[in-house]
């Protein structure tokens, strides 16, 4: 069965961390630009990271900069979104899409064009 599943969402205090799996089955994700989404209650859909399935560099909006890292294993075909120092503000539904398109280099908006999503997974950020 071809699909994406995310995990390791949860609960987490102001300044602390998780870390987003993405891992696919029935495909290598290698092979494909992966991004990260999030939505917020009423809020629009928001594109976070990726990663390029050219060269593998990353990308990230500016609200999450210096705090997310996007990262791949091969092995484990899997892409890992690890969130440090993190807010309130970025509570929400996180996603990850597969694009099989060659994507080099990435960008954080969402284009349309991807062959995959997940079902996504909840980050909460609350004392």
């Known amino acids: 069965q071809v699909q994406l599943v995310e995990s390791g969402g949860g609960l987490v205090q102001p300044g602390g961390s998780l870390r987003l799996s993405c891992t696919a089955s029935?495909?290598?994700?290698?092979?494909?630009?992966i991004n990260w989404f999030r939505q917020a209650p009423g809020k629009e859909r928001e594109g976070v990271s990726c990663?390029?399935?050219?060269?593998?560099?990353?990308y990230y909006a500016d609200s999450v900069r210096g705090r997310f890292t996007i990262s791949r294993d091969n092995a484990q075909n899997t892409v890992y979104l690890q969130m440090n120092s993190l807010t309130p503000e970025d509570t929400a539904v996180y996603y990850c899409?597969?694009?099989?398109?060659?994507?080099?280099?990435?960008?954080?908006?969402?284009?349309?064009?991807?062959?995959?999503w997940g079902q996504g997974t909840q980050v909460t950020v609350s004392s």
């Open positions: 899409a597969a694009d099989g398109i060659l994507v080099n280099p990435c960008t954080v908006a969402d284009t349309g064009s991807y062959a995959y």
């Open positions: 990663i390029s399935n050219g060269d593998g560099s990353p």
């Open positions: 029935g495909f290598t994700l290698r092979a494909y630009a």
